[in-house]
């Protein structure tokens, strides 16, 4: 039902930062290079984790009224096994502005016995100490105090989250630099395209941090096509 990359590919991935997976992903001339990726409004919590990458699994959250839809707990959780490991929560927060937490130390626990890694929202998120020793990544709009009236509106369908559009299944890719999807067209190349920007780049950096620097050595090194 669901497209999967490789253990081997899922592995090279989870080591390589969020710019170079950019990067590499420009490299390839996919997509405009200002879309794929989520604004700088979304953050990481815990700056010092590695890389995450996995499979996502969609939602909709409220926290502002008791009242209206509520998705019941154990269908969001149908859903998330239903998608391949390593799970990523992306939920859209529909509160203007947020004011709920849905994530703190009890659903981080839940989640990432689900078989997830990380959430990303546009809503917010607390109890950042016990997360963090739990190992689960949070990418999130705000920090908030509260969970007030926080629940489910809706799962499974497209979403929203710093301008970036998620379906179900997409591969999503973070860090503490932020969030990135990844094209399954183009997973596989990614590791190779990561290794030739590398080498392009450290062509002009050593240069710069040579004793014999000088500015015509950098305009010569700028001649080499850039790759991405």
Known sequence: MYTTISPATLKALQGIDGPSICN????????????????PEIQTAFRDFPPVVGYAVTG?????????????????????????EPRFIILHDIDNPPIGAYWGEVQGNIHKALGAVAVATDGTVRDLDEVHELGFQ??????????????????????????????????????????????????????????????YEKKTIDVCQSPSFSLEKLKEVAKITRPY
């Not at 409220?62 to 998705?71: D, F, L, M, Q, T």
């Open 138 to 199: 949070f990418f999130a709009k705000h920090i908030s105090v509260s969970h007030a009236y926080t629940h489910l509106v809706e799962i499974g369908i497209p979403v929203s989250v710093g301008g970036l559009t998620v379906t179900t299944g997409d591969l999503i890719h973070g860090d503490k630099h932020g969030v990135t999807s990844i094209p399954f067209e183009l997973a596989d190349k990614i590791p190779d395209m990561v290794s030739t920007i590398a080498d």
């Open 60 to 84: 909709v959250i409220s926290a502002n009224a008791p009242e209206g839809r509520n998705v019941a707990r154990e269908e969001w959780w149908d859903l998330i096994a239903s998608v391949p």
């Open 24 to 39: 590499a992903i420009e490299g390839f001339n996919f997509r405009p290079k200002n879309e794929g990726f989520m604004m």
